[in-house]
């Protein structure tokens, strides 16, 4: 996952941080859905004439996080309800 001001090396990366770059990929689709393709829209019902510009579609990582019961946040939560979950069968789930 990519964060709003580029990639995040850090030795050991944990939920805290999956958290932020989640949010932060939450606010860069909303931004791009709102300035790219719903400002598109208007210009082009509205006959104003502008250049395409092409960018990241991030929809595809938010749904591998956020899907109901298959996504990896679901797969977090029902790891921390079972007896015995660990960051193994965690890990074992989602590969």
Known sequence: VLDIFG???FHKNGLEQLLINFTNEK????FNETIF?????????EG????LVEFKNNEA???LLETRR???FAMIDEEIAIP???????ASKIM
């Open 70 to 72: 298959t996504g990896i």
């Open 61 to 63: 990582t938010l749904q």
């Open 27 to 30: 606010l860069q689709f909303f």
């Open 37 to 45: 393709s719903n400002e598109s829209r208007v210009y082009e019902i």
């Open 7 to 9: 990639f995040e090396v």
């Open 84 to 90: 015995r979950g660990s960051d193994i069968k965690l």
């Open 48 to 51: 104003i004439p502008l250049d």
